[in-house]
């Protein structure tokens, strides 16, 4: 039986960047058996001291982020009194940054949440996204930053919903074979337009997997390989012939999709300057 280690995650904010930091350190070790625990909100010694009662419980790691120097300072003493790693995943940026602008940091907590401009910029791309899913308003779709066009299942809407929280206002519109692209997506001049393209076998596991969770158990032409190959043969041609990037979506996460497309938004903008 393998052995399970523990991670405590502590955080003074809602703990997004510290989750994201051990989500990604932590998938460098594949098959290790590891249970995190999250700690959010953490701003006084009494939360602190619910950390510490489980670090009793379980030892293990603990990466953390906390502006207040006190609980800061207290946590990284306990830890070092029974000899539990710790790690200040921002310490390091933190000090480079207050070195290169000359100025000290304002050690308030959660300032990354702020309701400020950008985070407006968001939402409305968030709410511009859902408008826009599926191919619906298909009338302003001119608007959009990006459009991703591609078959059924290939991560159109999530990867749309990730680059609206990165701020990009984004549209999608499906390929169904046999009905012709709508024309107020040809005649778009604004948005960048992205074919995304899936390998007929994963095309086809992905299908099955999602009518499979609908409770529908019949073969059709949505699931047969030959007739997948041949939509996917189709998509590809479209693309090239309208001269869309592409993105090959097959083994990609969604969040891997969204980069690649945000990459050729950075080299687009570059290329109009």
Not at 90 to 118: N, S, W, Y
Not at 181 to 196: F, S
Request: aromatic share 6%; proline share 5%.
């Amino acid at each position: 039986m393998s052995k399970t280690f523990h991670v405590h995650l502590v955080s003074d904010a809602t703990g997004e960047t510290l989750n994201a930091i051990a989500k990604a350190a932590l998938a460098q070790f594949e098959g290790s058996a590891v249970e995190e625990h999250s700690y959010v909100l953490v701003r006084s010694s009494r939360q602190l001291e619910r950390v510490f009662e489980h670090l009793q419980a379980a030892p293990g790691l603990v990466f953390f982020t906390l502006v207040n120097q006190e609980l800061r300072r207290e946590l990284i003493a306990r830890c070092a009194q029974t000899n539990v790693p710790c790690l200040d995943v921002m310490e390091g940026p933190i000090a480079m940054m207050r070195q290169f602008l000359g100025t000290a940091e304002t050690h308030r907590p959660g300032a990354q949440h702020d309701v400020d401009q950008r985070y407006l910029q968001r939402i409305e791309a968030l709410n511009f996204t859902i408008q826009h899913d599926d191919g619906q308003a298909l009338d302003t779709i001119d608007g959009a930053e990006v459009v991703l066009v591609g078959a059924s299942r290939t991560s159109k809407t999530p990867t749309c919903v990730y680059l609206s929280i990165r701020g990009v206002r984004a549209a999608n519109v499906p390929l169904v074979p046999g009905l012709p692209l709508p024309p107020q997506l040809l005649n778009a001049k604004g948005p960048l337009i992205v074919g995304l393209w899936a390998s007929p076998d994963r095309l086809v596991q992905v299908r099955r997997n999602r009518l499979t969770t609908m409770g529908e158990a019949r073969d059709t032409d949505y699931v047969d390989l030959e007739s997948v190959r041949a939509e996917i043969a189709g998509t590809r041609k479209l693309f090239e012939q309208q001269d869309w990037p592409v993105i090959d979506v097959s083994r990609r996460s969604v969040e891997e999709t969204a980069a690649a497309v945000i990459n050729m938004l950075g080299e687009r903008r570059e290329r109009r300057l």
